[in-house]
């Protein structure tokens, strides 16, 4: 049986891509930063309107055990809280971060520094209504998340904030994974590899 060089190829992409993937596990990541948010407990803010000041830190108490010396970049990011999940596929949490849905709104990046990190944001306006809170991502040189620390404790039912935003009813995803997205990929072409040859 001969397969086309061209179908061949394609296949072989479909893998290499595949290797490519993230493939980091929030349960791997040292929890190293101190991170706050500005907003009370259920203290309820308007999306367009109202502003959320975020400061982060290293925790220096963990000098020995998780060292900072790696950390490059920032990346903090708005994270819905379990009440605001439950029923919503859009907003499911997974250890895998390529397939976490947990924190899909960006607030900002930058290079890391150990302290003195403050940055005030303007809620957009798009921000769907929900109940949140604030994770902080350390990143290393390789573009993988290697530390966080986020706003609320290890079961996020503290420190929770709301946002008076856009009603959203949507109860699936509205985009596939990037683990399916690779799935659909591989599975058609082999397809087509099989019809073709």
């Known amino acids: 049986m001969e397969v086309h060089p061209t179908i061949l190829l394609l296949l072989v992409s479909c893998f290499v891509t595949a290797s490519y993937a993230h493939n980091v596990h929030l349960s791997s990541l040292n929890q190293s930063l101190i991170v706050t948010t500005s907003p ?3 203290q309820v803010l308007k999306a367009g309107e109202d502003n959320i000041t975020i400061t982060w830190t290293y925790n220096t108490n963990l000098t020995a055990s998780m060292p900072d010396t790696n950390y490059t970049t920032v990346e ?3 994270c819905y809280a379990p009440v605001s999940q439950t029923g919503h ?3 499911k949490t997974d250890d895998n971060l390529d397939i976490d849905k947990t924190c899909p709104f960006d607030i900002t990046d930058g290079p890391y520094k150990r302290s003195n990190n403050s940055f005030t944001w303007s809620i957009p306006k798009d921000i769907p209504k929900a109940t949140y809170f604030v994770r902080v991502y350390a990143v290393k040189a390789n573009k993988h998340e290697i530390a966080y620390g986020q706003s609320t404790d290890t079961l996020k039912t503290t420190n929770l904030f709301q946002i008076d935003g856009v009603i959203s009813n949507q109860k699936v995803s509205a985009s596939s994974s990037v683990a399916w997205n690779y799935f659909v990929y ?3 072409l082999m397809l087509l590899m099989m019809l073709l040859v």
């Open 89 to 91: 596929d859009d907003r």
């Open 76 to 78: 903090a990011k708005l």
């Open 40 to 42: 009370k407990t259920n």
């Open 186 to 188: 591989c599975y058609a």
